[in-house]
């Protein structure tokens, strides 16, 4: 249900979505209300002309994003891991449907990570979690476009295992655990973008499978956190998932599936 709700309520909630449907009340409310209603409307107006303003000249997005990024730092990786989970996200279902090749996103660096580790840690049981998260082509899943990625990047195939059910982050979580059984003790290294990782983690740590993360992906820098200049869309952009991850991280404290709003290192 949790998952349903989320995808109808976000398209209300997205920033880009949210500032036109604000800016259509207010441009209503001025034609067709009275004089104090219009004057409603002029401030909703002026209010979204205001975010709108702000948004191109001040780097709204990497501010609130910095702080998801920098949660976990670049770990330190031992020289033996029993395992290594890569979260789905980096690929791009619908284009790779659309062109007929693997195409993956802003996100690709998870796999390219994975790829790595795999070469690093012979030993190491492999694992890609991720489903879809589409509620009209729910057919149209991740995992046998990363197969043909991984065999793409020459990775070893019959190391690598596949939970292609996971609709979110909770439920990455779950199905690979159940697929898996880690065992006490075992080291595992998680992969996914460095702004999603602190929810991933916390969502783990619940269901009792202590990981060890490795944040990849990173989508802010100096230049992008400090400075000055116009960049609507690039904000709107970045803002759709920082909005997003916020809400998240929220949703499942409240839903019981984190131990805390925001997890960090322990």
């Known amino acids: ?25 207010g441009l209503a409310l001025q034609v067709l209300g009275g004089p104090r209603w219009s004057r409603y409307g002029l401030g909703l107006s002026a209010a979204v002309v205001a975010v709108l303003v702000a948004l191109t000249v001040l780097p709204v997005a990497a501010w609130s994003l910095l702080p998801l990024e920098g949660r976990f730092p670049v770990p330190t990786l031992p020289d033996k891991v029993d395992g290594v989970i890569v979260l789905g996200g980096a690929v791009d279902v619908s284009a790779t449907t659309a062109w007929g090749r693997p195409t993956l996103n802003h996100a690709a660096d998870r796999m390219i990570e994975f790829a790595a580790l795999a070469r690093r840690y012979p030993g190491a049981r492999l694992v890609f979690s991720g489903g879809s998260g589409s509620l009209t082509n729910p057919e149209m899943t991740e995992a046998p476009v990363a197969r043909q990625e991984f065999e793409r990047l020459g990775m070893p195939m019959d190391r ?77 952009y970045l803002l759709e998932d920082v909005i997003h991850e916020w809400v998240g991280l929220v949703a499942y404290r409240l839903m019981g599936r984190t131990d805390s709003v925001f997890p960090g290192p322990v």
């Open 1 to 25: 249900m949790s998952f349903i709700l989320s995808k109808l309520l976000w398209p209300f909630a997205a920033p880009g979505n949210f500032l036109v449907m604000a800016a259509v009340l």
């Open 160 to 236: 690598i295992q596949y939970d292609g059910q996971s609709r979110n982050t909770y439920e990455n979580a779950v199905a690979s655990q159940a697929l898996i059984k880690p065992q006490p003790g075992e080291t595992w290294v998680l992969i996914t973008s460095a702004y999603h990782m602190p929810r991933a983690v916390g969502v783990f740590r619940r269901i009792g499978w202590p990981v060890l993360p490795d944040p990849v992906a990173y989508r802010t820098g100096v230049a992008a956190g400090v400075g000055m200049g116009p960049g609507l869309a690039t904000n709107l």
